[in-house]
Nanobody
């Protein structure tokens, strides 16, 4: 069983930055593919970014490319999402997700089998 706990959300003005953290339980965290998703009110949950088990490979949704950076620290069982140049359309609940299989290229909700409870990010204009 894997437990994920997000933190770091909050209210920020457009153009500002936030850093989200996700703390994970589990002795085999270093083998998981980790992802971040977000869900705005009235919309479906959408992919934001993912990082491979080694941390060496990352990929992003086009909407956040160049502004957001995903990273991980396997020694701390943690994954992070640095969000810069935030826009009002980035407002959403952000979720951390894990795929125990360690597969690559995962971009859909159904690809991940563990989820955190989410953290709210609100960007004011």
């Amino acid at each position: 069983q894997v437990q994920l706990v997000e933190s770091g959300g909050g209210l920020v003005q457009a153009g500002g930055s936030l850093r989200l953290s996700c703390a994970a339980s589990g002795r085999t965290f270093s083998t998981y593919t980790m992802g971040w998703f977000r869900q705005a009110p009235g919309k479906e949950r959408e992919f934001v970014a993912a990082v491979a088990w080694s941390g060496s490979s990352r990929y992003y949704a086009d909407s956040v490319k160049g502004r957001f950076t995903i990273s991980r620290d396997n020694a701390k069982n943690a994954v992070y999402l640095q969000m810069n140049s935030l826009k009002p359309e980035d407002t959403a609940v952000y979720y951390c997700a894990a795929d125990q299989r360690g597969l690559w290229g995962l971009r859909t909700v159904n690809d991940y089998n563990y989820w955190g409870q989410g953290t709210q990010v609100t960007v004011s204009s």
